[in-house]
């Protein structure tokens, strides 16, 4: 493997995000292959003034989509996601109670921040979990054993706020090196930044990191 000090995998994605969530193989291919060297970001498709109710409109938008994401990716959709929480239209898609809790934990531990994002999207998409719900989130912390005051700070109010600074940043970041959705992959060595084109590497996990270490070696 590739160990540059100065080598920075910047991962922008969205918890709530189809296409992060079919892109989660290529992710976690990277930690293994470079486990020092991730980071996560959160774009914040849903917070803010994006946050909104589930409705015919998005889940007519979304069937669409997560059909060619499973057909791309091979990612999985469960039935209570197809049939139940995707047709409930008392859920407000929010990505800020995940996006913070992950963000926190990468503070303390990158493998554990990306634990919370892999179970919280499983919980979503496969077993139609709302995890927008405090409730919910903290049934998966108990299953991840995250530690109880660790996950009380990562639920915390301070925690949302830093992780709003923490996602207009990343928009920021965005911006600046011509990132574009989620999920986006810049990689970063000393002040240079690479993009990364993800969509290329849907389902091959294993090409990703071989094309990665190619560019590295160059």
Known sequence: MTHSSSLTLHWIIDPLCGWSYGALPLLQATATAWPQQNVLHSGGLFVGYSRRRIDANWHKHVQEHDARIAQLTGAEFGA??????????????DSLPVSSAMLSLQQQDFTQALALLTAAQHAWYVDGKD???????????????????LWQQ???DT????????????????????????????????EQYSNVPVNRFYGAPDALVAQLQQWLNA
Not at 80 to 93: F, G, I, K, T
Not at 163 to 180: D, K, P, Y
């Open 159 to 190: 925690a949302m706020q830093q992780a709003m600074t923490a996602i207009e940043q990343t928009r920021q970041l965005m911006a600046q090196h011509g990132a574009q959705g989620f999920p986006s992959l810049l990689i970063q060595r000393g």
């Open 154 to 156: 990562a639920t915390s």
């Open 80 to 93: 209570n996601y197809r049939e139940q929480l995707c047709r409930d239209q008392s859920v407000v898609l």
């Open 131 to 149: 995890v927008t719900q405090a409730k919910v989130l903290d049934e998966l912390a108990t299953k991840l054993a995250i530690e109880p005051a």
